[in-house]
């Protein structure tokens, strides 16, 4: 796209994700899902995606992916993500799905909704943002919320005796035998980011391959709701959160079990 | 396993849940999704046997919120798709509901009631009415909800819940009981008529040649929400204006008229006809439709006999819609049942006593 008698802007190098609708972002400064979006929308685009996609939106702030993914979506109950995603795929086998989903959403009233889907060996894809808090309704305890963290709902911070422990979803659904591929990635450094990319790349060829269900749990910032600048936010993400859950592959199918 | 498609007119000997599954099937329905609970088990153990060789999808859910939740995913894929359960089922399905209600959605949820409160028993029962003609779920909505009485209605009402739900986009449930699910009588199996199929432009099936497309029940955005409350409650009126069906059984000179639906409606036809022998002047209007509420035969019809007889299996809910429908309060007696079948000797002898009569 070179204007004329100009050289050396012949070749874009860098542009929009053609699966990333040009909206001003909404999301809060410091916020992750902004980044997370774009890594979607870039793997969706790789594999000449969108136009078979439809994805399933959740409840939280993780609802608005529809506002940004230029794909169809279909807005789930809090949780029923990947029940939702389930219906749809079994209607649509040929067709592309995914769930976006936070912590509250999956690992609490989703719990159930999750497991099952796993362990069907669902072929459908599940990126898992995990911030360790409530985002849309203020910053409440959340499944995934480190110990002695303070939220709204643990004001003296979140203590084992009474409140849990934080869950490890990505190890936890990796144990299933119905799961193909399970990661924790983290998004905090450009290094981090590609990661992550190569990650998203694994699930989506798990489920166009056919091997299974898939899951990328993302290490996610809620500066706002931590109480913390953006930049704080990220040395959080790679200090305590990394330490609790460490990002890795907890999961990879080689062959096919359903084919 | 034979195909299981009815051929047309032909006379089938079977239960009312299975005629049930054929006119899903017949319907074009291929995606089910489930649940167990008694007394409703024959219809998942139908489709698991039938649905793969049609082409289709049976899958036993890990519980009825998720089922609820399959069904909006198949439905927004503009696909028929069908559940059945009994009362405590239901009641996790409402969360679901009322999402599918608010997202336009539609899809035919079955209900072979039994006994509650809570875990209640499985003996037959109409206490989920209230359940399923006022909204069940949260944020105001309504379910199209049709009451067969016969093995027959059973066939032809699954097939018109499919076309009243894709028609007006909402869900429609079938509320049946432990009777008409497990009775066992000849039905015609009609052909279904495809061009009775709504076409579903608003179906997610990704954005190839067009605008990407949503399937939501959110709207944040200045009045939106109320706007479309408006709109939803617009749908639910011309429903009642356009879709009521009640039947009218022996109501010519009627001056005891009975209004009741399903099993008790069925058992009111033997005691009515004994009435009739005896010189009573007994009739019914049966509700088929219990959303729209026939309301309007119910006042004409009041202003007609002496006494509307109200017989539930309950202990008074569909009584409440009557007493809406008209000012002559003083002509309705009710006859209630809770969980249990009303026998035809019991609303033969309310007949009598209102009648004046000793028997």
Redesign the interface.
């Known amino acids: 796209m070179s204007a004329p008698g100009k050289v050396g802007f012949s070749k874009a190098v860098y542009t929009r994700p053609r699966s990333l609708v040009d909206v001003k972002s909404h999301f809060c400064p410091g916020c992750h899902h902004g980044t997370i979006h774009k890594i979607v929308a870039e793997c969706i685009d790789r594999y000449g995606l969108?136009?078979?996609?439809?994805g399933?939106?959740c409840v939280g702030c993780s609802?608005f992916l529809?506002d940004y993914i230029?794909?169809?979506?279909?807005?789930?109950?809090h949780g029923?993500a990947p029940?939702?995603?389930?219906?749809?795929?079994?209607?649509?086998p040929d067709?592309?799905v995914f769930t976006y989903q936070g912590d509250g959403d999956l690992a609490a009233i989703g719990t159930?909704?999750i497991?099952?889907a796993a362990n069907r060996g669902e072929n459908l894809s599940v990126i898992f943002v995990n911030n360790t808090t409530y985002g849309m309704t203020g910053g409440q305890m959340a499944p995934t919320t480190m110990l002695g963290q303070k939220t709204s709902t643990t004001p003296y911070g979140r203590d084992f005796r009474g409140d849990g422990y934080p869950i490890r979803m990505a190890e936890l659904l990796a144990g299933l035998e119905g799961t193909a591929y399970s990661a924790r990635v983290a998004v905090s450094t450009p290094a981090q980011i590609r990661k992550a990319k190569e990650s998203v790349r694994k699930a989506f060829e798990m489920q166009i391959g056919g091997m299974g269900f898939s899951i990328v749990e993302f290490l996610s910032t809620c500066p706002t709701n931590w109480g913390m600048k953006p930049l704080d936010a990220q040395k959080r993400v790679l200090g305590e959160m990394s330490e609790y859950f460490p990002p890795g592959v907890f999961k990879e199918r080689k062959q096919a079990d359903f084919a | 396993m034979s195909a299981p498609a009815a051929s047309p007119a032909k006379r089938i000997l079977t239960k009312g849940n299975e005629a049930i599954c054929l006119g899903a099937v017949a319907a074009g329905c291929r995606?089910y999704?489930g649940y167990p609970i008694t007394p409703q088990n024959d219809i998942p153990e139908y489709m698991a046997a039938h649905l793969p060789a049609l082409g289709g999808?049976f899958?036993q859910?890990?519980?009825e919120?998720?089922?609820i939740?399959?069904?909006?995913?198949?439905?927004?894929?503009?696909?028929r798709?069908m559940t059945s359960s009994s009362g405590p089922g239901i009641s996790l399905m409402q969360?679901?509901l009322s999402?599918m209600a608010g997202?336009e959605l539609p899809a035919v949820i079955v209900n072979i009631s039994r006994s509650g409160p809570g875990l209640g028993g499985i003996a037959p029962s109409q206490g989920d009415y209230f359940q399923a003609v006022k909204g069940g779920g949260h944020g105001g909505y309504r379910l199209i909800v049709l009451a067969p009485h016969s093995v027959q209605e059973m066939y032809t009402l699954t097939m018109l819940a499919f076309d009243l739900a894709d028609k007006y986009r909402t869900p429609a449930l079938i509320l049946g009981d432990a009777i008409v699910g497990q009775m066992k009588e000849p039905f015609v199996a009609s052909p279904y008529d495809p061009a009775s199929t709504a076409e579903k432009p608003w179906a997610?099936?990704?954005?190839?040649?067009r605008e990407?497309?949503?399937?939501?029940?959110?709207h944040l955005k200045d009045n939106a929400i109320e706007v479309h409350n408006w709109k939803l409650h617009e749908k639910y009126e011309r429903i009642r204006k356009e879709e009521a069906r009640a039947e009218s059984y022996m109501l010519d000179g009627a001056t005891i008229a009975i209004v009741a639906f399903g099993t008790a409606a069925r058992v009111s036809k033997t005691a009515i006809q004994w009435a009739r022998k005896e010189g009573i002047a007994a009739g019914m209007l049966r509700p088929i439709t219990l959303f729209p509420f026939p309301g309007r035969e119910v006042f004409e019809l009041a202003r007609t006999v002496d006494v509307l007889l109200v017989i539930e299996m309950n202990t008074g809910q569909m009584v409440e819609d009557v007493r809406q429908c008209t000012p002559l309060h003083d002509r309705i007696a009710f006859l209630g049942k809770p969980c249990a079948m009303p026998t035809p000797e019991e609303i033969l002898e309310r007949i009598r006593l209102l009648a004046g009569r000793k028997g």
């Open positions: 969108r136009e078979k996609t439809i399933v939106a609802v529809y230029d794909v169809d979506v279909v807005e789930s109950p029923r029940a939702v995603a389930t219906g749809v795929k079994r209607a649509q067709k592309f159930s909704e497991i099952h | 995606h999704y999808t899958l859910a890990e519980s919120v998720a089922t939740n399959m069904m909006l995913g198949t439905s927004a894929s503009g696909k798709v969360e679901g999402y997202s997610l099936t990704g954005c190839a040649g990407r497309r949503n399937v939501k029940s959110l």
